[in-house]
């Protein structure tokens, strides 16, 4: 495990501390963009009310809720749809930087659920529409775009650039390359590309 991280068990043992549980929904998918970019992959991301860019999921109260439960509740409100969530879907657990000195210790859980795209294109739909979150705390879904535009700016190194809450750019990117979604040459290349842009 990486520094900073956490077992499950592990930070459920943390009595004091807050709990909140994200997840990466994504499928595979023949689109292409113009007609002619393989698209490859959905990934879903959502701006957040606040302008910043994370995963649908939220705060978890394990004395009430399994970490899952709680996960599941909390993409029925910003999704529209009841999507169960397992254990095997838990990537890893770790300690948020602490902001404010009063608050307790925030413990972020990490999730991955490949989908039908079918399935995703339902959480879309309903995200937009009937989840009790649309246009409050949820502003909406978007899609990573996974490729890279003529140029090198534009697409997934223009998705980088923007602002993302706690650490969900490097839950993005680790689980992009821990799931082979784009190669890490073109991740490398993304990545370098982000930041020349706002230059
Ligand atoms: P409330 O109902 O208003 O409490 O919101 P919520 O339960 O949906 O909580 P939220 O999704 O905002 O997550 C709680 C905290 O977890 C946030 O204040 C962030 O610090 C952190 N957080 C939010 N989204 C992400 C994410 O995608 N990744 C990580 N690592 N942390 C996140
Ligand atoms: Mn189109
Ligand atoms: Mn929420
Ligand atoms: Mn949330
Ligand atoms: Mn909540
Ligand atoms: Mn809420």
Known sequence: MASGQLS????????????????MLYCDTRTQLFGRIPIRH?????????GLLGFPGG????????????LSRELSEELGVALPISVEDHVDSCHAPSSSSSSR?????????????EQIREVEKAAASTATDHGQEV??????PLYAMQGGDGGLASFLSHSFIGNARSQLIDSLLSLNLVSSAELQKALANSLKIHE
């Open 59 to 70: 705060l978890v109260n394990p004395s009430e809720e399994t970490l899952e439960a709680g």
């Open 42 to 50: 959905v990934v879903l991301m959502q701006m957040r009310f606040d």
């Open 139 to 144: 502003l909406g879904m978007v899609r990573v």
């Open 8 to 23: 499950r068990a592990e930070a459920l043992a943390c009595a004091g501390c807050r709990h909140a549980c994200h997840v």
């Open 105 to 117: 210790q925030l413990i972020t859980h990490f999730y991955v659920k490949k989908m039908e795209e």
